[in-house]
């Protein structure tokens, strides 16, 4: 069963994520900030891992950036999910390693969809 | 009342953004206890309100310093954290000495910071001669600091109680302590002198800058009694203090994350260590 | 102290040496030393030193610190932002000129930022951001504010949640909604729940767990049975969430009595997989219901069970029953009994 790292500094959103992707029949771990998912990352292996941008400490860029450097990640789907809905930020986004960019606020057919396509069906 | 999930995570999560320390979902049971001891001196009915003073009514910082007070304990001795001192000796310590040796430079440099009674820069003392299999062609000096000028007194004598040397590992502890008459043991002093104890207060910048480069800064269990912006202040000049490459060890659940994000994250083996890029 | 010689240190080759030169800017704590330390984060390479030079800035006592970090919030840059939302929300109160006089700035993204500072603060002078980002036409500003008047137990904005809670389409903004009502609302937020979601079958999957909380919170007595419909509709994957919500829907109502049909239920969940907190708090709070009788003598018979763990949950649910004579059937066990922490169990007598 496809393990999904969860990445956001609010906690609403860590858990709104977490109902849509365990209603989806996956498993899921979530953290609060870069850092801390970079920890997660690098201690347990993930199948996808959705990430906000905007974090204290280390935000959702370097996060990507960092866990590409790690080669058990390198084809890992990283899908940014950001209230920065503009051009740029899209560009920094895949320029970082994102597979996909959905903007805030993210529905469960939307996600389910995205996590779905970059997973590969059964 | 069970302490939920949700609630525990709250605590958890504004403990770790204060102190900087993380417990893992497995430590639920005893830091609930704790919490209820300090829920009943502050006469709080619920764990959500518990949460919610401490994340929104604790001003002065004075109930989380409570809360951490019985959450870490105080008591320091030799091989304390065994694991973390095993990725050491087993994974880092290599990593470092391999392109040291290479290069024909034979220095190693560590800081043992906030070393109290000198537990601490004794047990890496004792680790280096027993697991590196050329220490005497070595130049090794282990920098043990502290602000109590009392504690240095006790580490400069090198005499410990029995508590203090229980978790040496039987095969090391003849070859570096001495049983005593009195019931006390004391530090061999062929291991004893690879240790320099010096005065040094760790917010005091001038006299961090002071200190040189390191291969290795061990500050375990310190930071968690300063406030947020000492701390990062501490730990920023450490990063100056470190050799590239050079690695920092806090308490195994300090998380240095919420600190500084400048550090790299490195698996070894089962661990997860810092070090300077 | 020769702040120009600081300046220059800025630009050495050495990082370390850039460091100590930022650093050392923060201890000069003057006006003069924001600007060149503003400057340099936008071509300094080393993320160390950017971190460096925030310290620094926090260091210093001047509203010149707050001005030019607060435009920090408009920075392309992800670093800067973050960063300025750390170092403002720190500043506490002093700060809240330079984010009321961005409350309404036309980027919504900024907006948030501002919002996400002031959550950090605790200060009267920043309540009119919570006011204005509550109303806000961004649906993310909106549903930060949610949540931050909920996590703040601002229970003014009771009203707005539930209007927003009623009104909202957005699954996110419901959902926002609904956890801070969790937070501030009372009995009238039920009904505006109800009114909502008159029954549990149209609950969409990802709002259950909040859901399923509020029943636990506003539930009325006679509501009980709303918790069996839910296990029935969706069985092993909200009984976690369940067990906790009945366990504070038994401290507001006391001891609610249950249907045979329910009771069976449950008796089916406790043979079943459950993590051992879960059927450990399961079994108390079976024991916490007025009726049926088949619970008590369900729980009675489990003390001969071969299962260590069944038989300490028996005993958790026994000591909860209103049922003459238990501690006599307590007292009996315990003589039977050797393994210390059950005999230990049993001998908690101060519960009865």
Not at chain 1, 43 to 55: A, P
Not at chain 2, 191 to 219: P, Q, W, Y
Request: include cysteine.
């Amino acid at each position: 069963m496809p393990k999904i790292l969860i990445i956001d500094d609010s906690s609403l959103t860590r858990e709104f994520h977490s109902h849509i992707v365990k209603d989806a029949g996956f498993t899921c771990v979530t953290a609060a900030d870069g850092m801390e998912g970079l920890e997660k990352a690098t201690t347990e292996k993930f199948q996808l891992i959705l990430t906000d941008i905007n974090m204290q400490g280390m935000d959702g860029y370097e996060f990507i950036r960092r866990v590409r450097q790690n080669p058990d990640y390198d084809e890992v789907p990283i899908i940014i999910v950001s209230t920065e809905a503009k051009d740029l930020d899209k560009q920094k986004g895949f320029g970082a390693g994102a597979s996909l960019y959905l903007v805030k606020p993210t529905e469960a057919g939307r996600i389910v969809e995205s996590m779905k396509m970059l997973l590969g069906s059964p | 009342m069970t302490l939920a999930l949700k609630d525990f995570t709250s605590i958890r999560d504004e403990v770790y953004r204060k102190l900087g320390l993380f417990f893992e979902d497995s430590k639920i049971y005893f830091i609930q206890k704790r919490i209820e001891k300090r829920m009943q001196i502050r006469a709080v009915d619920s764990f959500a309100d518990y949460a919610f003073l401490l994340r929104f009514g604790d001003k002065e910082g004075s109930e989380m310093q409570a809360l951490a007070n019985l959450v870490t304990t105080n008591e320091t001795y030799m091989f304390r954290e065994f694991e973390q001192l095993q990725g050491f000796a087993d994974h880092c310590l290599p990593m470092i000495l391999k392109p040291l040796e290479a290069a024909n430079d034979r220095r190693l440099r560590i800081w043992s910071a906030g070393c109290s009674s000198g537990e601490e820069p004794y047990t890496l003392a004792i680790i280096l001669q027993e697991v590196m299999h050329d220490f005497r062609k070595w130049d090794i000096k282990i920098k043990a600091t502290d602000i109590d000028q009392v504690r240095l007194d006790m580490a400069r004598r090198a005499v410990y109680d029995e508590r203090s040397v229980k978790e040496v590992p039987a095969e090391y502890f003849d070859r570096h302590i001495t049983r005593l008459k009195d019931g006390n043991f004391s530090v061999k002093p062929e291991t004893a002198k690879t240790v320099d104890f010096e005065h040094v207060n760790l917010s005091d910048r001038m006299a961090m800058r002071a200190m040189g480069k390191f291969d290795f800064i061990f500050c375990r269990n310190v930071l968690i009694y300063f406030d947020d912006a000492s701390r990062k202040a501490v730990v920023d000049q450490f990063y100056n203090a470190l050799k590239p490459g050079g690695f920092i060890f806090l308490g195994h659940s300090e998380s240095i994350g919420r600190i500084s994000t400048a550090f790299t994250l490195l698996r070894v083996g089962q661990h997860l260590v810092y070090r300077k890029e | 102290m020769n702040i120009q010689t600081f300046i220059s240190g800025l630009t050495a080759e050495d990082e370390t040496d850039r460091s100590n030169a930022a650093e050392d800017l923060g201890y000069a704590d003057i006006k003069e030393a924001v600007a060149p330390l503003i400057e340099r984060l936008s071509i300094e390479p080393s993320r160390k030193v950017r971190e460096t030079i925030f310290l620094a800035l926090e260091r210093i006592n001047h509203p010149e610190v707050l001005a030019r970090v607060a435009t920090l919030l408009e920075s392309d840059d992800a670093f800067l932002r973050n960063q300025a939302v750390g170092l403002l929300q720190r500043k506490g109160a002093a700060a809240a000129p330079v984010l009321l006089a961005r409350i309404h700035a036309a980027d919504a993204d900024v907006r948030k930022f501002v919002l996400d500072v002031a959550a950090g603060i605790s200060s009267l002078e920043v309540e009119p951001i919570f006011e204005a980002a509550m109303q806000d036409q961004d649906t993310n500003v909106q549903i930060a504010a949610l949540e931050y008047v909920g996590e703040q137990r601002k229970i003014r904005f009771k009203s707005a949640a539930e209007t927003i809670f009623l009104k909202a389409t957005e699954p996110m903004l419901v959902c926002a909604a609904f956890a801070a009502l969790l937070q501030i609302g009372d009995a009238s937020s039920w009904q505006c729940i109800r009114q909502r979601y008159p029954t549990a079958a149209i609950v969409p999957n990802w709002e259950l767990g909040w859901w399923i909380r509020a029943l636990g919170e506003f539930g009325r007595a006679d509501e009980i049975e709303v918790f069996h419909e839910l296990l029935q509709l969706h069985n092993g994957k909200v009984a976690g969430d369940v067990i906790d919500a009945l366990e504070c829907f038994q401290v507001r109502h006391g001891r609610v009595e249950i249907t045979d049909t329910f009771w069976t239920l449950l008796r089916e969940l406790l043979q079943a997989p459950l993590a051992t907190e879960d059927k450990l708090q399961l079994f108390r709070v079976v024991g916490g219901f007025g009726a049926p009788a088949a619970i008590g003598d369900y729980l009675i018979a489990l003390m001969e069970n071969d299962d260590r763990m069944t038989k300490l949950g028996a005993i958790e649910g026994i000591k909860r029953l209103d049922r003459p004579g238990i501690r006599a059937i307590l007292e009996k066990r315990r003589s039977l009994e050797t393994d210390p922490e059950i005999t230990e169990a049993l001998g908690e007598g101060e519960s009865l």
